[in-house]
């Protein structure tokens, strides 16, 4: 049986933007309103349309043979609203990075003929922010999932986002499972937490060809996750625990299907929620679930609003939520003691998460001048190494992948670990992310800078692509060794932030990268590509458009050392208008006449006259130039 379509009788425009909605302000109802022209945010008024309060309820109803509409997207605007690629995408945010390259790079070609955005985000694996028809070989008919099959997504769902996000034991899931699949008497919210667990775990794969690929199943975790909407169609109007739960799975659920900018909103909104009901207050939960629900909510909303560069809903005044060890220590399921739940892992997340709010205001919204932005961030770097390193766990710190060592482990400790890793490099590596392209930009112009400030910048650019190289390293080698499912879209977005890196990187440092960093990077890439090669999923594709093309600038430049030949890579071009220091003297080597005059047409637009900047300027125009999306 179908559900009954929605009858649109009138649609209107609400007079405040989704900024001002989101926040619950007032907003000023102009084209851009005061909020979004403060902050430099995109000004969006949405349409809004009325229902039919004859509508049947559709979560009481079995969505049958029909084809599953898919909501509306955010992450990506059309060309047809904005000529703007990106609007959303925030300075922490790699997806703002490779953007921002994108568009310095059509700019520096002079490319004037109007290209479709779609086409021009496809290039770096943007279009899969939207996943085209993702539903259209599900049918939604639960008759035609086995049992078996409910088991095996369940197990993929402990196997991946119950590591760093351990709401529910593995006794909960089977038992949840047990009582409410294909049970007609089933509460609906049972229901949609069953499907969300469903949607996430047949979003996981292995980095494997030879095992189902993630594409298969993907079109089974976008039918699940419409369908746990279909059944708590009311949810974003509640305010309960269950409402908590289910907004936050969705986020899980959305991120994996590759919808960050949804992902980022449920995951406001679930926190949100868990505020209003007074979680945050609780010194003494009514269980050690909803103690869980509340830390791993907050701490989840902290780190992935930091990943998408954009604000997080949580008050700087908030406490941060604690982390009692009964509530996050839990035995594991059957006799192999399967998902069990360890303390010292979530400890270890909740720190990191507090830390993503001060690497936004101490790096990329300070208002310090360079060098208090640069004792601050070695500061903050520091304090993270010393949570990290001092962790009562020799696992979770352990830094090498070695076969005696894995031996002696388990496979839910070697998960736990990766996790957690992972984490910690990535926040290192975005950290210095912004000295590295400082420095870049500060080497190839005629802007003075003091000895020390330059050393200290030297030292951090080298940080951040020794981290680059360090975390792609762990993700492939760990994965290489150990059979483990992975949501591909989000592991892949730590190695695209890698790649990006190690590219930008090569192409700003052509004539002085030492021979025993450039084999580093020329093995790391090659792995990369290997890693990826037969494996499926969101975001494959960018990365390997990246790494790739960030060998053949390597191979240009190590076997030639001819920038002409380098600059025929496409993203050969970011620094092709700067002058470039000689590796042999101290005197600037200008660019080719050619390459200048096409620079200088969109130079002062883009980055301005250099040679005019003082050093204070030229670091608040290069996080200008990271943080504009």
């Known amino acids: 049986m179908s559900a009954t379509p929605f009858k649109i009788r009138h649609t209107r425009i609400l007079k405040a933007c989704d900024n001002c909605r989101q926040r619950k302000i007032k907003c000023s109802g102009e084209s851009v309103c005061s909020y979004c022209k403060k902050y430099g945010d995109p000004c969006i008024y949405r349409e809004k349309t009325r229902q039919s309060k004859k509508v049947v309820d559709r979560g009481n109803i079995d969505c049958g043979q029909e ?34 390259l994108n568009d310095y790079l059509r700019l520096l070609g002079k490319n004037t003929t109007p290209i479709d955005e779609d086409q021009g985000l496809r290039r770096f694996g943007m279009n899969l922010m939207v996943l085209s028809n993702p539903a259209e070989d599900f049918d939604c008919t639960l008759s035609t999932i086995s049992v078996e099959t409910v ?29 409410t699949w294909k049970q007609g008497s089933a509460p609906k919210h049972r229901k949609a937490l069953l499907y969300l667990v469903l949607s996430i775990g047949a979003a996981a794969s292995y980095f494997e060809s030879t095992h189902c690929s993630a594409s298969s199943t993907l079109p089974l975790a976008r039918g699940f996750f419409e369908l746990s909407i279909r059944t708590v169609p009311e949810i974003f109007t509640e305010v309960s625990f269950d409402a908590v739960r289910i907004i936050f799975l969705m986020s899980l659920s959305a991120c994996n299907l590759g919808d960050t900018a949804q992902s980022y909103l449920y995951s406001g909104y679930s926190v949100r929620i868990a505020i209003a009901l007074g979680l945050h207050k609780l010194t003494k939960f009514e269980s050690q679930h909803q103690c869980r629900v509340w830390t791993c909510a907050w701490q989840w909303e902290n780190y992935w609003s930091f990943c998408v560069g954009r604000p997080s ?18 035995s594991g399921y059957g006799n192999k003691d399967r998902f069990a ?17 001060r690497i936004h205001s101490q790096l990329y919204d300070s208002e310090s001048d360079l060098l208090a932005v640069l004792k601050s961030v070695e500061k903050l770097s520091t304090d993270i190494d010393n949570k990290y390193l001092g962790c009562s766990d020799p696992l979770l710190k352990e830094s090498q992948v070695s076969d005696l060592l894995l031996q002696n482990t388990d496979a839910n400790a070697c998960r736990e670990w990766f996790w957690i890793r992972i984490y910690y490099l ?16 500060l080497n190839n112009s005629k802007t003075e800078a003091s000895e020390k400030i330059t050393l200290l910048l030297k030292s951090k650019s080298n940080l951040c692509v020794q981290v680059a190289i360090d975390i792609s390293r762990f993700i492939i080698d760990l994965n290489r060794k150990i059979k483990m499912r992975q949501p591909i879209f989000f592991i892949c977005t730590y190695l695209e932030s890698a790649s990006t890196i190690l590219l930008f990187f090569i192409i700003s440092n052509r004539d002085n990268i030492p021979d025993t960093l450039a084999e580093s990077i020329w093995e790391v890439l090659q792995d990369t590509c290997a890693f990826l090669s037969g494996s499926s999923g969101p975001y494959v594709g960018s990365i390997k458009i990246i790494a790739n093309d960030a060998l053949k600038s390597l191979h240009d430049i190590l076997l030639s050392n001819n920038s002409e030949i380098a600059e025929r890579t496409y993203f050969g071009k970011v620094l092709q208008g700067v002058p470039n220091h000689s590796p042999d003297s101290n005197v600037l080597t200008e660019p080719s006449s050619d390459a200048t005059s096409r620079f200088n047409a969109e130079k002062d637009a883009q980055l301005g006259d250099m040679s005019t900047y003082g050093l204070e300027d030229f670091w608040q125009q290069t996080l200008d130039w990271i943080s504009i999306t």
């Open 426 to 441: 990535y926040l290192k590596m975005v950290i210095y992310r912004p000295f590295m392209i400082f420095y870049a930009y």
């Open 67 to 100: 084809v599953l509409d898919m909501p509306t997207f955010l992450s990506v605007r059309k060309s047809s609203v904005n000529s703007s690629t990106m609007e959303y995408f925030g300075p922490a945010s790699n997806f703002s990075f490779v953007n921002q």
């Open 313 to 330: 809903c949580s008050r700087e005044d908030m406490s941060i939520p604690m982390v009692p060890e009964d509530a996050f220590t839990a």
């Open 341 to 357: 739940i360890h303390h010292q892992h979530m400890e270890l997340r909740v720190y990191f998460g507090a830390n993503c709010s």
């Open 151 to 179: 088991n095996q997504l369940i197990t993929a769902f402990l196997e991946t986002w119950h590591i760093p996000c351990p709401i529910f034991t593995g006794e909960d899931l089977f038992d949840l499972s047990v009582t």
